[in-house]
């Protein structure tokens, strides 16, 4: 088995440690004798659908997300609709996850999205929403914790269509907007969030998650992941969730 | 007394009172009073240094370039007012000012509260050495403060000068004057000309990727610190400008110092510094350009460099029982991965791996943040370490970190307690400890060395 994940604009979009959540899928696919496969995609390049099965875009900053919203319309929307489509996981962090939606304000500007969830972030009066978080959600089956930290000037909305990843637990972080108590967007495998941290490290039972949902595309069945020594890992989610105070 | 002097007096008393009662914060307290009664203290009190003042900011490095233009400017007899003790937002530049006699000032200021603290002291000398990504929840993106700089220096009296690294894009340009396009009448540039210390490959935390003109992509011939280096813009045509004061021949000799032969107006001088790695070579070359800027003889300098003493606690080896704790400061990815490169090459004497305690904190002066322990390579001493101890608010995420850079489980131990993981790391090590705290951890390992009579308090 192998595991084949596809960062999309890393060298633009790594700005709150996106590569420890490619490092974090790496070793614990080795770990597991899972193969372990990475491809980038750039400005310009196409992307195939059907090579990938886990496609990651993280956060940049203003200059480069803007960049990479026009880019990323042009040459790789119809291959990620198409991948998603078909069950490809997506993790979309920060910037990244600004972008899955129709549009994306960054000052006198309005961004192009790439349309794939029912989203649009807009410009608010207020301060950046800045801090440690942690949310309720149902990904995977049943309740759990996700915990990590937001750091976002724009405000996202969810449209009718579209489901939350989960809910702020109260008091405990701002989320999409800071209003609605809405965090993230959750889409068949794909999967929007405000929260960095990087979030996989804090979280090991969603990236153990997403390499479920990605071998179980490329193979057909959803395969039984081999248990890992998780001592560290369940120690630094609560110590995750303990600085949002969860 | 005038109603200024009156505020003086009660914020003086307010210092004396904190340092009497022990409970430390002699070097903002006096200043935030006075700042909270007199908003424009600064510029007030600033006026009377008839010799000007000299600001420093930058990433990493403020407080040891600011300590080394101390040194070389004290072996000139000259003893500017100076917040020493790294106590750089307004309040601490305020209470330098308020304590301290002199007729020229020199302060380092924390990035964000640079165009601040220049607005109110027009000063004499800017020197900016660096910007990396830190503390994205308190500065946010680097280009937005990048901004914020050439607002600052644009609105600097045209008589201020400036000394800036060459090798950072974002710092080089703030030398140009935007309607000339030549760089400013007054403007030194330092840079590192000696191509055997080029990284092997650029690091993942790599900052300035666009041409701060156009938007282009720069292209590198060779980078030396995360993104400082040889850079063009291929689009555009902007280059790194020839730098006045340039290494041109770098030895870096581990923990113990470097050596360099460094370019300046009118000849070349030898520099020995008693600091490690290349990181504190560009600090040298700041400090270098910001003497010749005020009015020191190049030939003084190498002196006043080799006796100085690294700034209070960036680099230091202090006794602790039986052991020897040398403690390297750790704060953003940038400055992280000179410190790894430094211990990689003082591991290549210890054939077991060397040992290291690693405090991450969270508080705000070090960032809520933590993410960016994942930016900076600890990949670089898999193999090299013989035992760690992870300490601080967050220790759990730090052991997590270094366990998926490649260290073995088994060599990390997780204690978030500092004074008993401390304790734990100097009575296991094999010989020295090396002890890697970010901001607020390196305090509290100060406060408790210092009450344990092995180290100063750092306000005394």
């Not at chain 1, 979030?199 to 595309?217: C, F, G, M, S, Y």
């Not at chain 2, 060459?166 to 030398?175: F, K, T, V």
């Not at chain 2, 030549?182 to 650029?202: C, K, N, V, W």
């Amino acid at each position: 088995m192998e595991l084949r994940v596809l960062s999309l604009y890393p060298d633009q979009m790594n700005i709150y440690a996106d590569r420890g959540n490619i490092l974090f899928l790496q070793r614990r696919s080795e770990w597991r004798g899972i193969g372990f496969q990475w491809k980038c995609a750039g400005q310009g390049e196409s992307v195939d659908p059907a090579a990938h099965d886990l496609f990651y875009i993280g956060g940049g900053q203003d200059r480069d997300q803007r960049f990479v919203a026009a880019d990323m319309v042009e040459t790789k929307r119809a291959a990620l609709e198409s991948a998603v489509d078909d069950g490809a996981a997506l993790l979309a962090v920060c910037g990244g996850y600004q972008l899955l939606g129709e549009s994306y304000q960054l000052g006198e500007e309005t961004l192009p999205g790439l349309g794939l969830a029912d989203l649009r972030t807009v410009r608010e009066e207020g301060p950046r929403l800045i801090g440690n978080v942690a949310i309720e959600t149902e990904i995977g089956g049943r309740k759990r914790i996700l915990a990590g930290f937001e750091n976002h000037g724009g405000r996202t909305y969810l449209g009718k269509e579209a489901r939350p990843l989960g809910t702020v637990v109260k008091g405990h972080g701002y989320g999409n907007n800071g209003g609605d108590g809405l965090e993230g967007v959750w889409r068949d495998n794909m999967v929007g969030t405000y929260l960095h941290g990087p979030l996989l490290p804090k979280n090991a039972w969603l990236a153990d998650h997403l390499i479920e949902l990605a071998l179980e595309r490329r193979y057909g069945t959803r395969p039984t992941l081999d248990p890992l020594p998780d001592e560290l890992e369940r120690a630094a989610h609560a110590s995750a969730r303990a600085a949002a105070g969860v | 007394m005038s109603a200024f002097g009156a505020k003086r007096a009660l914020a003086r008393g307010i210092g004396a009172a904190s340092r009497r009662s022990g409970r430390g914060g002699g070097t903002t307290l006096p200043g935030r009073a006075l700042l909270r009664m007199e908003p424009e203290a600064i510029a007030k009190l600033g006026s009377g240094l008839t010799g000007g003042s000299t600001i420093v900011s930058a990433t990493n490095g403020k407080t040891t370039t600011a300590g080394m233009i101390a040194a070389i400017l004290g072996a000139e007899g000259r003893r500017p007012v100076h917040n020493r003790a790294g106590s750089n937002m307004t309040w601490g530049v305020a209470t330098a000012l308020l304590e301290q006699r002199g007729t020229e000032g020199l302060f380092e200021v924390d990035e964000a509260w640079l165009p601040r603290v220049a607005q109110q002291l027009h000063p004499r000398l800017i020197v900016l050495g660096n910007l990396f990504r830190d503390q994205l929840d308190r500065y946010g993106e680097m280009e937005a403060l990048a901004e914020e700089w050439a607002k600052a220096v644009a609105a600097a009296p045209a008589a201020t000068a400036l000394a800036l690294n060459a090798d950072d894009p974002l710092i080089a340009d703030l030398g140009r004057d935007t309607d000339t396009e030549r760089p400013r009448d007054g403007t030194l540039y330092f840079g590192i000309e000696d191509h055997s210390q080029a990284l092997p490959e650029l690091q993942h935390a790599f900052d300035a990727k666009h041409c701060r003109r156009c938007g282009h992509p720069y292209a590198y011939e060779v980078a030396f610190v995360g993104h400082l280096g040889h850079y063009s813009c291929p689009n555009c045509g902007a280059q790194r400008p020839r730098p006045d004061v340039a290494a041109t021949r770098i030895e870096l000799h581990g923990m113990e110092g470097s050596a360099a032969t460094v370019r300046v107006p009118g000849g070349e001088i030898e520099v020995e510094l008693p600091l490690p790695g290349l990181y504190n070579v560009y600090n040298a070359l700041a400090a270098i350009s910001a003497a010749i800027a005020l009015g020191v003889e190049p030939g003084h300098v190498s002196a006043a460099l080799r006796d100085m003493r690294a700034a209070f606690g960036r680099v230091e080896t202090i006794a602790v029982g039986d052991g020897r704790v040398s403690i390297l400061l750790i704060k953003n990815p940038a400055g992280a991965n000179e410190v790894l490169r430094t211990l990689k090459l003082e591991a290549a004497d210890h054939a077991d791996g060397i040992d290291l305690w690693i405090a991450l904190n969270d508080r705000i002066a070090d960032g809520r943040d933590v993410s960016w322990v994942w930016d900076a390579d600890f990949e670089v001493l898999a193999g090299a370490v013989r035992h760690v101890t992870c300490a601080g608010t967050r220790a759990p995420e730090m052991a997590l970190r270094l366990k998926y850079a490649g260290w073995p489980e088994d060599r990390i131990a997780v204690e978030p307690d500092i004074e008993a993981s401390l304790d734990a790391a100097v009575a296991g090590a094999a010989g020295r400890l090396f002890a890697l705290p970010t901001y607020t951890a390196l305090l509290e390992l100060r406060k408790l060395l210092a009450d344990r009579g092995l180290a100063k308090e750092f306000w005394q």
